[in-house]
């Protein structure tokens, strides 16, 4: 159910109203929950499995953590195994369940049905790691459990086929007979190896909230049906923005204030959106994937058209999505963060990673960049940390070695560009606008290897951009125009000229253009890039 | 409701509007998408001469097949039906109401309702939601037993099958087995069926934009090596010339010079053993009765012409059961005394294909008609 179909309409015109009425009573958060999980359920109803185990125990994690003290204490775990002497009734309780399912799912793994034998494996795992949990006390245990659990999800699903395949190539080439198969062997039940969609973002989503609740930056969700809410709240489940349970969880305890601006801003935002993706995200697509689906065919001016497209149908799609979201969580009184800040006005790389995917740059920031060490421990030690943050950016983006090289050029653009903003001649003499074009030029750059096909394809593109002849790139004018009148709506916006796009007439008539617009020349529809990730 | 006092939300462009700037946004869209339409039809030039019928390129044109039935005379009678009507192998001149009209000795008497590749599931649809115009009229309605010959043909197969005009057939029921579009394109096409601005955004992208949307019209290749894309370089709006195209003069696919033009028996296919389908089971045949239900609830005068279909594509085995659904259909038309005609055979050498008559063989069926009583005096009555 995209947010840009009527079947999401229809679905909107159920839950909102739904929504409202219920506002009186206690209900109208399991309606939510309940709209969410349809929501997920509409693209494969087994994919809630997964939403609602990782969901479940998390908030069983947290709820175990809660019982374990803050700081380390010497457990005398010898009376724990032998007396069952625990101090606390409810890590009695999860030891003596854990250790019990345990055993139970070794028992399924060594003689169950053969199908789920690589899944009981998994769960024994987990449920040792809680079993220990339980008997050490330990905060630090749960949170592992959370991350393995949460990652191991991941892994499986989004990088388990990549690793394989590259496995088997290592092996083939040192010529080992060892091959190992394919992961969907292991699927139980024969289920099909699919990857969820929005699987990045809930479990990261979910995982934020315990690492700040083992670090004290959140209280304990006690309400389920919240927690449920706060993962899988439909409007930025599939693609963010990937929210933190300080600013979204306490906007579930009671319900929003009902006020006119909900709507005209909800509706404001929705539209925007909308026009992101239908009019011009869906619309560049089409120039973007005629050149890079065939890269051979085409010379160096169409292969760089196509790739300052690509720039700007990414963000039209994803920044699209994530005002959508934001529209109809606003339609709903929520607040969601703002993921994107016109990213192409970027004057340094730290600065557009500041305006773009503002939910995931900053959780790298909280979750891997600082507890690396952040820029504390010297300029080696900064670099080193920068690298592997936007290394793993770039694997979280997909299981292929070209979005490996984009996180890396990302990272090895960032160094460049902080060592150039430590001169003075750079930061007081260059003009602003030669910085832009100078990001936006390496960002776009980086862009190819992120849309390539493959990684054959993004060094065929870079070569045949450096030594191809020129040819008209034979790219619609009417896309250029609109391109055009949004960079340039953007440049507006962060001048002094602010003030003209704040009068009536612009406002209603940009609006009326847009849905105008929409009706006559939409590109169709199509899913959002992001989904994928 | 509160007016203010919601939390603040960053935006981070200007579009963000007040309830008052709203309500003025909806007051143009609203001015624009209710006159916006019937405007066009006074600007937009559209030649109905004679024997006019709706452009092969333009048959998914739902909204100029309406504009067409709002300038229908009272005494028009409208033939209905699908490309036997419409003439797959024929010119304007070789049609069915041409040559009715040029035997009844009256110009544009007769005028051709029919659409190039409709079937009675689609011919439903597009009078119901198209054919309002034709409330009154007098009707001739062509039964054509083909959509019956085959589940494939009744699309009552459960195995996904693509087909024309699927627009018109019904979204959610009945229930369409072979028909697999998604809930996002069913309802899209019932807000554009009920909604005339967005039929009218369609006849746009028929008529000037080669049947696509105008972005993809932009990027249109024109084949050649390397591709050549033409397009992106013309100004969209300099497409739309407020002609409606007629029909081109020179049509290398049909008329009596078209290769195309000649009996069926000179492709040595041979005949055909059909699977006919069951009267009681066929979703073909259950659309047919409800748009004469449609048609009979509008006031219109309905006479049905069953065929004739070409019984000698048939292999010998397989005519009773032909014979069969055919005297069942002439049973409930008899039943719900609605006036009817089924015209002889036609010879072979008249037919080009299983339903399809040549020029000639339309013009046999026109005198045929004009001579048969029940025609006749259908046409007496007011």
């Known amino acids: ?406 996180g890396t050029l990302h990272a090895v653009g960032i160094m460049i560009t902080r060592e150039l903003e430590r001169s003075v001649f750079y930061r007081e003499q260059v003009p602003r606008l030669v910085k832009q074009m100078g990001v936006f030029l390496f960002v776009c750059f980086a862009w190819i290897f992120f849309r390539a096909n493959s990684l054959h394809d993004a060094l065929l593109i870079v070569n045949r951009l450096a030594t191809s002849p020129w040819r008209d790139p034979q790219i619609p004018a009417l896309m250029l125009i609109l391109v055009a009148l949004v960079w340039l709506y953007q440049f507006g916006y962060e001048s002094r000229f602010r003030k003209c796009l704040q009068t009536d007439f612009v406002r209603v008539g940009t609006a009326v253009f847009m849905v105008l617009y929409l009706c006559l020349c939409a590109s169709g529809g199509g899913a959002f890039i992001y989904f994928q990730f | 409701m509160k007016l203010s006092d919601s939390p603040e939300i960053p935006f981070v462009n200007e579009v963000r509007l007040s309830l008052r700037q709203w309500v003025v946004v909806f007051g143009i869209l609203a001015f624009v998408v209710t006159l916006t339409p019937a405007l066009w039809k006074k600007l937009e030039r559209f030649e109905t001469g004679l024997d006019y019928r709706i452009p092969y390129v333009l048959s998914k044109d739902y909204w100029l097949y309406e504009r067409r039935l709002q300038r ?52 439903e649809g597009l009078i119901r939601c198209y054919g309002r115009p034709l409330s009154r009229q007098k009707v001739i309605l062509h039964c054509n037993v083909l959509w019956l010959t085959s589940p494939k043909a009744d699309l009552s197969t459960d195995k996904e099958e693509p087909f024309n005009h699927a627009a018109l057939v019904p979204q959610f029921s009945p229930r369409i087995p072979c028909y697999r579009a998604d809930a996002s394109e069913r309802l899209n096409v019932i807000v554009e069926r009920n909604v005339a601005f967005f039929a009218w955004v369609s006849h746009l992208q028929s008529t000037y934009f080669e049947q696509q949307s105008i972005p993809k019209w932009t990027l249109a290749e024109a084949g050649g090596d390397p591709p050549l894309y033409p397009n992106g370089s013309r100004n969209p709006i300099s497409q739309i010339t407020l002609v409606v195209p007629p029909e081109p003069q020179e049509d290398s696919q049909r008329g009596p010079q078209s290769s195309r033009h000649k009996p069926w028996s000179t492709n040595a296919t041979g005949t055909t053993r059909f699977e006919w389908v069951d009267l009681d089971r066929s979703l073909q045949w259950h659309a047919f009765q409800r748009l004469m239900a449609t048609l009979r609830g509008r006031g219109n005068d309905v006479l049905v012409v069953l065929g004739p279909f070409n019984e000698h594509i048939m292999a010998a085995p397989n005519r009773p059961a032909y014979r069969k659904v055919r005297a069942d259909i002439m049973r409930w038309l008899s039943e719900n005394q609605i006036p009817h005609v089924a015209p002889e055979l036609l010879p072979s050498v008249l037919y080009a294909d299983a339903s399809h008559p040549l020029t000639e063989g339309y013009q046999r069926l026109a005198t045929q008609l004009l001579t048969d009583a029940t025609f006749r005096n259908w046409m007496r009555s007011k």
């Open chain 1, 1 to 406: 159910m995209l947010f840009h179909t009527w079947p999401f309409f229809v679905f909107l015109l159920i839950v909102l109203p739904g929504f409202y009425a219920l506002r009186k009573t206690q209900l109208w958060l399991p309606w939510l929950t309940a709209a969410s999980y349809f929501f997920y359920g509409w693209w494969n109803p087994y994919y809630l499995l997964l939403v609602v185990y990782s969901t479940l125990l998390d908030f069983c994690l947290v709820a175990l953590m809660d019982h374990c003290p803050r700081t380390g204490q010497n457990t005398d775990v010898l009376s724990r195994l032998t007396g069952l002497r625990f101090d606390n009734r409810v890590l009695k309780v999860a030891f003596l369940i854990s250790a019990g399912t345990t055993l139970s799912c070794l028992a399924m793994a060594f003689f169950g049905p053969q199908t789920l034998r690589p899944t009981m494996v998994v769960f024994s795992l987990i449920l040792l790691l809680m079993t220990l949990g339980a008997l050490y006390s330990s905060r630090k245990i749960w949170l592992l459990i959370s991350l393995v659990n949460n990652l191991a999800l991941l892994l499986f699903f989004k990088y388990a086929r990549f690793v394989v395949e590259n496995l088997n190539a290592a092996f083939a080439s040192l010529h080992v007979s060892a091959r190992l198969s394919d992961p969907s062997t292991l699927m139980p039940f024969g289920f099909e190896y699919l990857l969820p969609v929005g699987i990045s973002f809930f479990t990261f989503q979910s995982l934020s909230y315990t690492i700040d609740f083992y670090l004290g930056n959140v209280q304990r969700e006690r309400n389920f049906v919240r927690f449920a809410t706060f993962v899988c709240f439909f409007p930025q489940l599939m693609a963010g923005p990937i929210e933190r349970a300080k600013h979204l969880l306490p906007q579930f305890h009671q319900f929003p204030t009902v006020c006119l601006r909900n709507f005209t801003d909800g509706a404001s935002l929705f539209l925007v959106g909308l026009f992101k993706k239908l009019a011009l995200a869906n619309y560049l697509s089409f120039y973007v994937e005629r050149v890079y689906d065939n890269p051979k065919a085409f010379d160096a001016p169409a292969l760089m058209m196509a790739t300052f497209a690509f720039a700007w149908q990414i963000f039209f799609d994803f920044s699209g999505y994530t005002d959508m979201a934001r529209g109809v969580a606003k339609l709903m009184g929520f607040n969601l963060i703002v993921n994107f800040n016109n990213p192409y006005l970027a004057t340094g790389l730290g600065d557009f990673w500041s305006r773009w995917h503002i939910g995931l740059s900053s959780w790298f920031r909280d979750y891997v960049y600082i507890p690396l060490g952040g820029n504390r421990d010297g300029v080696f030690k900064t670099y080193r940390n920068l690298f592997l943050t936007f290394f793993v950016s770039g694997i979280w983006h997909g299981a292929n070695w070209t979005f490996v090289i984009w």
């Open chain 2, 72 to 123: 229908l005379e009272p005494t028009n009678i409208v033939m209905l039906g699908d490309s036997v009507i419409w003439g797959e192998y024929v010119l304007t001149n070789g049609t069915w109401s041409h040559f009715l009209n040029q035997e009844a000795g009256v110009a544009n008497l007769f005028v051709n309702g029919g659409v190039n590749g409709l079937f009675p599931l689609a011919l």
